[in-house]
């Protein structure tokens, strides 16, 4: 048995291409999902199953995208919720043999109702199980969320949960390796570890969720408050109806400086930057975001919207295809290209250059008591629960574009964030949205904490 690990970068969205004498399966894969050919390929194997763990909710699973590549492989998921695409419909201790691995579907409901886990074996020693893969159900030093079906239903769903831990994975083994659908970095647990695998033993050991009561579970996990972005009931339907096929998308072009002019005309189209949040701050394109390469898998989901069109400014036309990927892994298609030239171009023509002011710490510090400025905080809610600069303006990144209002247009709006680069990205949403006084902070609230700057205990929501 041979496994092979595919990270989505921002998302830490973890697939799976498992191969054993010449077949293989793929778990959860992404949309751009050529890798997992090229895989097969490089390897000589056969993809005959596609499983997915549940209806993913923060990306855009790529089932169809690859069974549009390999017709012969078959979908399967679970049959608890009603796709309107796929071949398998999964229910608990199916079993697939592919290669010389025994494949055994495991349903185990709490993070969504549909949640399957699959166990591996290797068959032509016996039935133990060797491997499991968990989906959103347990992660490295985490377990899944279980707010997201519906919030009326979190203790319900936290209950679930809880038994399908308790029940149907712990007593497959210490000795079991755990591959969950995420690592460290997802919203979709609060604390996971930075290790892409472990062993139900040590998890046993040393995940603080599965050495609890029912009840203890269950009130840890109402008291959870993680991110909660807009784009997930997206994804949402996207994963239940089906995608759209990516060569169905209109195909990436390399815009010039006059075109991209004309583009920006039209409210809908927006210059996405992906440079260095410091490079966007001494100058960029007007009316630009600014999401640096690095980030922008997790963060394009909060705070772009498919109703509007994107043109990438990148440093490299090299990264186009991995940046319009990162786009169409949160199921925004509307990527008309990228400028070209970059950055450079635009300003070797002589057009119009805006730039973000930058505050420091201390002037804040300052300010803020006279009250001539305002602090904007983009935490998301479990970053923000605990403590907050007194005064400051609550405002999540996932919902800044919605909060305007909030902002008094007269006075400096400052950004901030724990680091830095958090803060330009809400910034340039709130430039591009018409308030014209908004900068960031030299720094982010790790330094201000670190300074001994006042910090007020509880939470700003």
Request: aromatic share 8%; glycine share 8%.
């Amino acid at each position: 048995m041979k496994i092979e690990t595919i990270r989505s970068e921002g998302l830490a969205h973890l697939s799976y291409l498992v191969s054993s004498e010449g077949e293989s399966m793929v778990l959860d894969p992404r949309r751009d999902c050529d890798i997992y050919v090229e895989h097969a390929r490089r390897e000589s194997v056969n993809i005959l199953q596609i499983f997915e763990t549940h209806r993913n909710e923060d990306y855009v699973v790529g089932s169809l995208e690859l069974q549009n590549r390999i017709p012969s492989a078959r979908i399967g998921h679970s049959a608890a919720t009603s796709f309107k695409y796929g071949d398998d419909k999964l229910e608990d201790e199916d079993t697939f043999k592919i290669g010389k691995m025994l494949v055994t579907c495991v349903h185990t409901p709490g993070h969504t109702n549909d949640s399957m886990c699959y166990v591996v074996s290797d068959a032509s020693i016996g039935n133990d199980p060797l491997v499991v893969f968990t989906g959103d159900t347990l992660f490295v030093n985490e377990v899944g969320r279980t707010d997201l079906v519906d919030i009326k239903k979190h203790e319900e769903m936290s209950r679930k949960l809880f038994h399908s831990l308790q029940e149907k994975i712990l007593p497959l083994g210490d000795g079991v390796i755990i591959h969950p659908g995420h690592g460290a970095g997802s919203v979709c647990g609060g604390a996971i570890g930075s290790r892409d695998f472990s062993t139900i033993g040590y998890e046993c050991k040393n995940n603080i969720w599965l050495d609890q009561s029912e009840d203890d579970f269950v009130q840890a996990k109402l008291k959870q408050h993680l991110t909660l972005a807009p784009y997930f009931k997206r994804c949402e339907k996207l994963n239940t109806d089906g995608p759209p096929l990516l060569s169905d998308i209109d195909p990436l072009k390399v815009i010039d400086v006059s075109i991209l002019e004309d583009l920006m005309q039209d409210e809908e189209n927006i210059v996405v930057d992906t440079r260095l949040a410091g490079q966007f701050v001494d100058g960029h394109i007007p009316r630009s975001i600014s999401l640096d390469f690095k980030h922008m898998g997790l963060f394009a989901g909060w705070v772009l919207f498919p109703s509007n069109s994107f043109i990438l400014l990148l440093t490299s036309p090299t990264d186009i295809d991995e940046a319009a990927g990162m786009l169409y892994r949160v199921g925004l298609d509307t990527v008309i290209g990228h400028l070209n030239g970059g950055f450079e171009s635009w300003k070797a023509a002589g057009k119009s250059i805006d730039s973000l002011p930058i505050f420091k710490l201390e002037d804040i510090k300052s300010q803020l008591s006279y009250g001539t400025l305002e602090v904007i905080d983009v935490r998301q809610p479990h970053e923000a629960e605990n403590d907050y600069i007194e005064n400051s303006i609550y405002s999540p990144l996932t919902t800044i574009g919605e909060d305007m209002t909030k902002f008094p247009p007269e006075k400096p709006l400052v950004a901030i964030c724990p680091a830095g680069f958090r803060s330009t990205t809400g910034a340039s949403i709130m430039k591009r949205g018409g308030l014209a006084n908004a900068g960031v902070s030299d720094n982010g609230l790790m330094e201000w904490k670190k300074r001994g700057y006042p910090i007020k205990t509880g939470s700003n929501q």
